[in-house]
Nanobody, 126 residues
Framework: VQLQACGGGLVQPGGSLRLSCVGSGRGVSGMSMGWFRQAPRKEREFVAVIDWIGSTTYYSDSVKGRFAISINNANNSVYLQMNSLKPEDTAVYFC????????????????????WGQGTQLTVSS
């Protein structure tokens, strides 16, 4: 399984951006997919996750109400719509996939992630 993330960039505070991640390879179908992020000098942290059919989502408290995760399982893609961006959202964002079932307590721990994509940089600055 390979994950390809894109969509990062430079955004002003209060702005919006959408990240995309496309999965490929045998086995990607059915996986829970989500996002982590890592800011400079900080540990990687969980952001959001969605199950394959799009019925269950979990968010970290820091992004709840501002970010929305969605999935298009027809093309093995997961999206992260980020609104009301803040400077503290600045980080490298990583796409992640995990073999189901989906439990928030499990997916939020990076050591349980089965596959990682490369990171895409988001910078929120005026």
């Amino acid at each position: 399984v390979q994950l390809q993330a894109c969509g990062g960039g430079l955004v002003q505070p209060g702005g919006s951006l959408r990240l995309s991640c496309v999965g490929s390879g045998r086995g990607v179908s059915g996986m829970s997919m989500g996002w982590f992020r890592q800011a400079p000098r900080k540990e990687r942290e969980f952001v959001a996750v969605i199950d394959w059919i799009g019925s269950t989502t979990y968010y970290s408290d820091s992004v709840k109400g501002r970010f929305a995760i969605s999935i298009n399982n027809a093309n093995n893609s997961v999206y992260l719509q980020m609104n009301s961006l803040k400077p503290e959202d600045t980080a490298v964002y990583f796409c992640a996939a995990q073999i189901p079932p989906l439990y928030e307590s499990t997916f939020s721990r990076q050591e349980t992630i089965d596959y990682w994509g490369q990171g895409t940089q988001l910078t929120v600055s005026s």
